[in-house]
């Protein structure tokens, strides 16, 4: 079934409440997080609507102003890649939380660990048996025409069969309501750190409205990972240690990896800090050569052995891959993990979940076209400019085509592109996911204005699987954008799930 | 502690410490320029350029504010605050989440203030602009003590500030050693007794020195405040002294040996300045006696790498 999307509605009308501070709040199609399609709000947002509309507006831009201030002493900042001012930026924070209720969360979390699940178990069946491809559930041509699909982790043990120990899904909210999964982030997903300072944030802003709503803690976050990370340990190493591996200073989430390895109290090191020798990972300290067992990697396959993968890394260590395969240390996530992270396997994923699970997909997928079908590839075409178009191996909002808000000669270019390479592209529909309130206006007028948001939850999967309630909730900024990420103008913003 | 990690703090301490001295340094001469003195300004200016290890790409032109221009805030100059600052700071963000919140922020606010700074024109105040950052530097070395565990890092820290000190000082001795002491060892008017009080200050040891010795300058005991005081903390031996005693809390806390060549040589060095005797330094080579500390110094420096650094694997593996 090919839905029509329509892009924003032409019926567009003012929310009952009555306060000035909201007189920008406008509903359309899309869901509405804070009110219903009537215009009333929903009750898990009551308190939160009174006391922002009841704060003078001098007291609300100074809290905002203390929060912004806040971020920026801490130095809580990312990288833009392509720019050579300014790198450095602050990640926009929005002062009003977003509000989960118990039992949205609930159902969002069994979906999640069904989903996660069945993709370990799809990695471990790829790269072993096979036995989802002998038995045709999926094309063998999709799997092996993966850019990130690893052939040397075939046939390879690792640590409890966990490949995906650390997952950050986005997932949107449709119009009807229904939480769905856009993308499942299987490699190195980022933007824990935001989550757990903007609630350290958020609960210094607003103690007791925090403190009266009953709000699930996060802050378990970091010692969850550690315990994951440990329980993947090497057979034989009861005290692994354990290190995070990262790129350097010059990475777009350089800070988030500091503040991890400080909140877990390991080391962070970089490439030239390991060296291998006899398939034995060391790390080079003043106390001569320490063995390290695990290593929670924020660096990507491509570029974390010169020798197995690209020869021109300098951030990765020579070697690494054939200590992994001797078994001498874990590597978290596994290799190969984006494989099943693939736009065009994601079309797959509730079939991978109905093979091994034996369940129907508590979570849906977005539609997704896959340009290697003609018949899909020839409605995609013709219908460009309501579609969005992804290369299937990027992330981070890089290499799409949003349908609606393109020129002629974008949709031509990727016209060419899809025809060139079809295995290259996905189409989806342009989707009208929900929207959250968010302060906006100038330090003299705030208002209270709508904005498009998704969700990021974080997985943890080493013993067992743990969710902290809530995730990421990132923001399209810009009035009318449907794009969340950090570097094309996204915030974020505080995520609550209640206790009720 | 990683020996990258153990790497960064150690240079982010010397290059503090350089750009201290360098700050020093200049606001020191300036206010001797002020003064009609039988020092030429090209003799003067030179013995900078040489106390500071004549800097790559710095002369002598015959204009001392473009030599002040170039040694302040030219960040194009290894030689000037500037870099030495910057260079700090990149260090320090290589270790970020080593060092303490406040430790941070403070280099940062000084990393702002250098790199903002306009170039040093004839109207500058440098007896303004030269305190400031000063201020900014002692301020970064309070908040370090109080604010850091004094575990092995800040111990990586006082080895790097020790070791860049024992350096400067040492340099400073030889250069005046040559100029004064041995030039015109008997002279003992006004000129000689500004640029004496220039040496000390340049240490900030003239109150000090006041205080052990009386205003009365001798060059004998200067040359013995500054090379063999126990207790005053640019003297080189104080300086070795606070070497000695982060190598031994590093070694063991790193769990080394205290044997091995390393200790031997610091050792030994600090040894020979305890037992120095001033009249016996001053009756040998002295300049030679001054280059063998410096060599020794820098031997220290190759051996903390050696040991803790830049180590063969094979070498590790085998102890």
């Known amino acids: ?500 | 502690m990683l020996s990258r990690v153990a790497d960064s703090l150690y240079w982010m301490s010397r290059y503090l410490e350089r750009a201290e001295h360098t700050v020093r340094l200049l606001d020191v001469n300036m206010g001797l320029m002020l003064d009609r003195s039988g020092t030429s300004a090209e003799g003067r200016w030179q013995r900078v350029l040489a106390a500071l290890g004549n800097p790559a790409g710095l002369t002598w032109k015959g204009d001392h504010i473009q030599l002040i221009r170039s040694l302040t805030f030219d960040g194009n100059n290894r030689g000037s605050i500037t870099s030495s600052i910057v260079a700090a700071r990149e260090n320090a963000r290589q270790v970020r989440d080593e060092l303490s919140t406040e430790q941070w922020q403070r280099l940062n606010r000084l990393y702002y203030q250098v790199t903002e700074s306009r170039p040093i024109d004839s109207g500058t105040q440098l007896e303004e602009v030269l305190p400031a950052i000063l201020d900014g530097l002692h301020l970064f070395q309070g908040i370090t003590d109080t604010t850091m565990n004094h575990g092995e890092g800040w111990q990586f820290i006082q080895m790097g500030r020790s070791i860049e000190r024992a350096f400067a000082t040492v340099m400073l001795l030889d250069i005046y050693y040559r100029d004064f002491f041995l030039a015109q060892p008997s002279a003992s008017d006004t000129s000689q007794y500004l640029e004496w009080i220039g040496l000390l200050r340049s240490c900030t040891a003239f109150e000090a020195y006041c205080h052990v010795y009386t205003a009365d300058m001798s060059h004998e005991w200067i040359l013995e405040f500054l090379l063999l005081n126990p207790d005053f903390p640019h003297s080189v031996r104080y300086s070795i002294d606070s070497l000695r005693q982060a190598l031994l809390s590093v070694c063991q806390s790193s769990g080394r040996l205290s044997t091995d060549e390393l200790s031997r040589m610091a050792g030994r060095l600090q040894a020979s300045l305890h037992f120095a005797e001033i009249s016996e330094v001053l009756q040998q080579d002295t300049a030679a006696y001054l280059s063998g500390i410096l060599r020794q110094c820098h031997q220290i420096h190759d051996l903390i790498y050696g040991s803790y650094i830049h180590y063969s694997v094979q070498a590790a593996l085998s102890a």
């Open chain 1, 1 to 500: 079934m090919y839905s029509e999307t329509t892009p924003a509605s032409m019926e567009e009308q003012k929310p009952q409440h009555g306060h000035p501070s909201l007189s920008e709040y406008f509903l359309d199609r899309s869901y509405d997080e804070m009110f219903d399609a009537q215009g009333v709000v929903r009750p898990h947002y009551e308190a939160l609507l009174s006391a922002f509309t009841r704060l003078p507006k001098e007291e609300l831009v100074r809290r905002k102003q203390s929060a912004d201030l806040s971020f920026l002493m801490q130095g809580i900042t990312f990288t833009v890649y392509g720019r050579e001012e300014g790198t450095e930026r602050i990640f926009p924070y929005d002062l009003l939380p977003r509000i989960v209720t118990a039992a949205e969360w609930e159902r969002v979390e069994r979906g999640l660990t069904q989903r996660i699940t069945a993709l370990n178990l799809f990695l471990r069946d790829v790269y072993n048996e096979g036995k989802i491809l002998s038995d045709g559930c999926i094309p063998r041509e999709i799997v092996y025409s993966c850019r990130h699909f690893r052939r040397e982790m075939r046939g390879l043990q690792v640590p409890r069969n966990i490949y995906i120990a650390v997952t950050g899904s986005d997932l949107l909210r449709l119009d009807n309501g229904e939480f769905v999964v856009l993308e499942d982030n299987l490699r190195v997903p980022s933007g824990v750190s935001y989550m757990l300072t903007n609630r350290r944030v958020m609960k210094r802003t607003f103690p007791q409205l925090f403190g009266a709503y009953g709000v699930r803690p996060i802050e378990h976050y970091t010692q969850a990972l550690l315990s994951t990370m440990r329980s993947l340990a090497p057979e034989g190493r009861p005290e692994p240690t354990i290190v995070l591996l990262t790129p350097g200073i010059y990475n777009s989430a350089y800070f988030e990896h500091t503040y991890l390895a400080r909140q877990m109290g390991i080391e962070l090191v970089e490439g030239r800090d390991l060296v291998i020798h006899d398939n034995i990972v060391y790390m080079r300290t003043t106390a001569g050569l320490k063995r390290v067992d695990v290593i929670y990697r924020r660096v990507d396959d491509d570029f974390i052995d010169p020798l197995a993968f690209r020869s021109d890394s300098i951030l990765g260590v020579a070697g690494l891959f054939n200590a992994y395969r001797a078994g001498n240390v874990t590597l978290a996530n596994a290799f190969g993990t984006g494989l099943a992270d693939d736009k065009a396997l994601y079309a797959y994923v509730p079939a991978i979940i109905r093979y091994y699970l034996n369940e129907e997909p508590l979570l849906n997928n977005v539609e997704t076209y896959l340009m290697t079908d003609p018949v899909q590839r020839q409605h995609t075409l013709a219908n460009l400019d309501k579609l969005v178009v992804k290369a299937v191996g990027e992330s981070g909002g890089y290499g799409m085509l949003i349908g609606p808000k393109s020129t002629q000669a974008q949709r031509e270019e990727f016209k060419r592109l899809i025809e060139a390479n079809p295995r290259n592209y996905i189409a989806q529909p342009t989707l009208e996911f929900s929207r959250a309130p968010c302060l906006m206006g100038s330090p003299e007028s705030p208002q209270i204005e709508p904005r498009h948001v998704d969700l990021r939850p974080y997985i943890l999967y080493g013993d067992k699987v743990t969710i902290v309630p809530g995730g990421l909730t990132r923001v399209a900024l810009p009035k009318g954008s449907l794009v969340v990420n950090s570097s094309q103008g996204g915030g974020s913003k505080d995520t609550w799930v209640l206790t009720d």
